[in-house]
């Protein structure tokens, strides 16, 4: 039976979808969110336990979905020439529960990329216009760090002074120095001091197997909390199966089978869809009808295609001093985006960032660390155990992906998930452009971590981890070209939203999430200033 | 409706290599596994034959000998940790005990005696020709989560959880783990059925006239 229809539903409870539902549920906006997963409690995260390690091969906190396989996942299936490894998570606050919170911008450059570089495309808002919202984001979700980089335009001050580097961060930024190279102190989502309810953070490491402390934001104790005081209205356990439509060919709701596996509808006057670049299509492309064979906002063709993981590499070096990589917050204590821009004489065109990174304990660091080494068995285990456990510093490779058609996200013809919902199948191939990078960064890699004094370096080669999933209906002002305009709304549907890294137009050579929740605060304000059109 | 993913459905598409090493979801806690075997010196949930485990153990201390002023993996019973963990992860138990059976095979063939009777020099030589025949990795680095079916690396990997998820380990390679908030002790879920006395009885207050 229908359900109590209300102004808004949102579905998916992540970065985009948590902030979308606070902002208009503060502006009085009655609104329901539907998220496949439950809430998570802070106590049963791995992080509190000495065995959390475990959880990066096998259990219910794996990064990756085909290894959790919970009833709240959906499979995945990779193909192509690189077939990803797909990391998200499931559950109130979405990936948020697991991500690092590197909390770097899109540069103003970012949105010209076809203007200034002839490739990709243009985004249809620029920097400045976004800023105000990254700004307001940055306060919503607590951040550490400090203004004044000169690779990013100025920013206001930092809501947290920045996290301390440590020996390892100390080391690596004085190798950049050394080779006169810009760094600068990263952005975390992190608080170093108390904030806003919130505990400073206590160093704790193994940030991404969940923060009890709640130092890291994650939306499920940022956002959340405050939309439900508002009067936002969350269900949990609600698997969407389609969104609806009606007679007009306007979005009606969204079937969705509960926990019990009760078939559902939720109507409301605008449905925003925030289920990250591979959820989102998903969803789209099963939500077939009369009016839309081909799947809800999909005239184009487009829904699905230009899928974007960012180019990934990690080189570790490995230094005769102790570098203590598992102590302190796991994330990124500092960053270079001296190789960001454009340059032809590199081989390629876009840049990259250089993340300077932490490790995880002993167990990962003999499994093979994140370069996929093992420590050697048999009579030279301690010695290199020894060499390498505490010893390494990490440089990330975290490059720009273009847009690429054959690139997609697709519904699995043959897999489905536990409610005989399609699977997704997710296509992926990196381009030349992308290899040239990955080898261009590999050198400056080992060229920093030398100078940093490194005895050796161990490259993990080419990888395609997808911790990043957008592009998938994508942002533009011609509806021939693009799936939703410049507020996140869909061209061929008035009253449909699609907000979150699938409406990227470009990956930007940084971590998405700042720029996922400031998109989301600003589709929520443009929903709300329109809301005579629905309401 | 079976709402977890089946393993029937994952097969069919061929994603055998990335999901067969994977274990299903359930965890095997280490935490317990320890706790479980320091307290009798026995696997809490046996998982393998006697000569499975005489085969695991000699194997276990090829992986990680003494040395360098560290233990052998057999000095901390990893043997009874690894068998109740396997007793918990059905598809890491069906690698293990299908690298062991291979390992074993190939002692018999090639020396007539069981693994563990043969030398140290013979039982490495085993090893890496038992690694070598595996088919190429598909290991991923994050996570090692699309691992591939490489029986080899299973072993090898659970006799080095075993090794590092012992406390006992981790000062000896300069590792401190800190709870960030304890917890508190465990106790068991609340159970209802203690209040079936108390509930059968009357009522145990005064009413407040008018209230």
Redesign the interface.
């Known amino acids: 039976m229908p359900e109590d229809r209300a102004d808004v539903l949102v579905i998916g409870s992540g970065a985009a979808g948590a902030a979308v539902s606070k902002r208009l549920s503060d502006r009085g906006a009655r609104v329901v969110c539907l998220e496949q997963g439950d809430w998570v409690k802070p106590?049963e995260y791995p992080?509190?336990?000495?065995?959390w390690?475990?959880?990066?091969?096998?259990?219910?906190f794996?990064?990756?979905p085909?290894?959790?396989?919970?009833?709240e996942?959906?499979?995945v299936?990779?193909r192509g020439e690189h077939p990803p490894?797909v990391?998200m998570y499931n559950a109130v606050g979405g990936s948020t529960i697991h991500w690092t919170g590197h909390f770097p911008r899109f540069h103003p450059a970012d949105f010209r990329v076809r203007a200034l570089d002839g490739v990709g495309a243009d985004w249809p808002l620029s920097y400045e216009e976004l800023e105000p919202y990254y700004d307001a984001n940055d306060l919503e979700m607590g951040v550490a760090g400090i203004a004044g980089d000169p690779c990013n335009p100025p920013r206001k001050q930092r809501p947290t002074p920045p996290l301390p580097l440590g020996v390892l961060g100390e080391t690596i930024a004085r190798a950049f120095d050394k080779l006169g190279w810009y760094w600068w102190v990263s952005d975390n989502a992190i608080v170093s001091r108390d904030y806003d309810g919130r505990p400073a953070c206590?160093l704790?490491g193994?940030c991404m197997l969940g923060?009890?402390?709640r130092a890291k934001a994650s939306t499920d104790v940022n956002y959340w909390p405050r939309a439900l005081e508002k009067g936002a209205v969350l269900k949990v356990r609600a698997r969407v199966r389609e969104i609806t439509v009606d007679e007009q060919g306007k979005a009606r709701g969204a079937l969705y089978y509960d926990a019990s596996?009760g078939l559902h509808e939720q109507r409301a006057r605008v449905v925003v869809i925030c289920c990250n670049g591979i959820g989102t299509p998903r969803l789209l492309l099963n939500s077939r009808s009369k009016t839309f064979p081909d799947g809800l906002a999909n005239s184009t063709g487009l829904v699905g295609k230009n899928f974007m993981i960012h180019p990934f590499r990690?080189v570790e070096g490995i230094f005769e001093d102790?570098m203590e990589g598992?102590q302190g917050p796991f994330g990124i204590p500092a960053f270079s985006q001296h190789f960001y821009e454009t340059d032809l004489s590199r081989g390629f065109v876009r840049g990259y960032s250089l993340q300077l990174e932490r490790s995880f304990?002993?167990?990962h660091q003999?499994?093979?660390?994140?370069?996929?080494h093992?420590?050697p068995?048999?009579?030279d285990?301690?010695?290199v155990?020894?060499q390498r456990?505490?010893h390494i510093i990490r440089v990330t490779l975290l490059g720009e992906d273009l847009p690429e058609e054959h690139n997609r996200v697709e519904l699995?013809p043959?897999?489905?998930?536990?409610?005989?919902i399609p699977a997704a199948r997710v296509s992926y191939t990196y381009s030349e452009n992308s290899l040239r990078m990955q080898e261009h960064a590999r050198k400056v890699a080992g060229e920093v971590l030398d100078a940093a004094g490194a005895d050796d370096v161990l490259d993990?080669g080419i990888?395609q981890?997808a911790f990043h999933l957008m592009g998938t209906a994508r942002m533009g002002d011609d509806p021939r070209r693009s799936v939703v305009n410049r507020w996140n709304q869909a061209h061929d549907v008035r009253n449909l939203f699609v907000v979150d890294g699938s409406s990227f137009v470009t990956s930007a050579a940084v971590n998405p999430t700042s720029t996922i929740g400031a998109l989301a605060l600003r589709a929520a304000d443009g929903i709300w200033e329109r809301r005579r059109e629905w309401m | 409706?079976?709402?977890?993913?089946?393993r029937r459905?994952?097969l069919?598409?061929g994603?055998k290599g990335?999901?067969i090493a994977?274990?299903?979801?359930?965890?095997?806690?280490?935490?317990a596994a320890w706790a479980d075997v320091r307290r009798t010196g026995e696997p809490a949930r046996e998982s393998l034959s006697s000569a499975q485990r005489s085969t695991l153990r000699a194997v276990a201390d090829?992986?990680?000998?003494a040395?360098?002023d560290?233990p052998a993996a057999s000095e901390l019973n990893v043997v009874a940790y690894i068998e109740t963990v396997l007793a918990d992860?059905p598809d890491?138990r069906e690698n293990i005990t299908a690298a062991l059976s291979r390992l074993e095979e190939s002692s018999e063939t090639g020396f007539q005696r069981p693994l563990h009777e043969l030398s140290p020099e013979q039982r490495?030589d085993l090893?890496r020709r038992f690694e070598k025949e595996q088919p190429t990795s598909g290991?991923?680095?994050?996570?090692?989560?699309?691992?591939d079916p490489d029986l080899f690396?299973s072993l090898?990997?659970v006799v080095?959880?075993a090794?590092?998820?012992n406390?006992d380990?981790?000062a000896r390679?300069?590792?401190e783990?800190?709870?960030?908030?304890p917890?508190g002790v465990e106790m068991a879920p609340f159970d209802e059925g203690i209040l079936s006395v108390i509930r059968r009885r009357p009522k145990n207050y005064r009413e407040m006239p008018g209230a």
């Open positions: 106590a992080s509190t336990k000495p065995d390690e475990i959880q990066l091969k096998r259990g219910r794996h990064f990756n085909n290894v959790r396989r919970l009833p996942d959906y499979p299936v990779p490894e990391l206590t704790q193994r923060c009890p402390t596996g990690f102790r598992w304990g002993p167990l003999a499994w093979g660390g994140t370069t996929g093992p420590v068995w048999g009579a285990h301690h010695r155990m020894r456990f505490g699995d043959n897999v489905t998930d536990g409610y005989g993990s990888i981890p | 409706m079976d709402r977890n993913h089946t459905r994952f069919e598409t994603l990335s999901l994977l274990g299903s979801g359930s965890l095997g806690s280490a935490r090829e992986l990680i000998p040395g360098d560290m992860v890491l490495i090893l290991q991923t680095v994050w996570g090692q989560g699309n691992a690396a090898r990997d080095y959880e090794y590092y998820t406390p380990i981790w390679v300069g590792y783990f800190h709870e960030a908030r917890p």
